[in-house]
């Protein structure tokens, strides 16, 4: 008898506990995954996708609107350390010296 009560009990519970997730997963997505939505659906993997995406733009950028890149020493740095525009590029104060 306690068998025959305790089986179909659990299963009811299952059920509503799953739908009740369902429910409720959407909502917090769609309030959460606004940014996420246009890259990735299900928005799980993007955190580690985003941190990736923004270390390959610092290396692929070769220099900020503020920056120039010494085309004698090859370094990137930053405006106030331009010397002058050489015939190849900019050359920065250390190499002008
Ligand atoms: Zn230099």
Redesign the pocket.
Known sequence: MATDYDAPRKSEDDSESIEALKERVPSTQSGAGDVEDSDNPTGFELPGADLSDMELDVVVLPAQQDEFT??????V?HRSQLDHDGADGP??????A
């Open positions: 010494c085309m004698s020493c090859f370094l740095k050359i920065c104060k250390e190499c002008a």
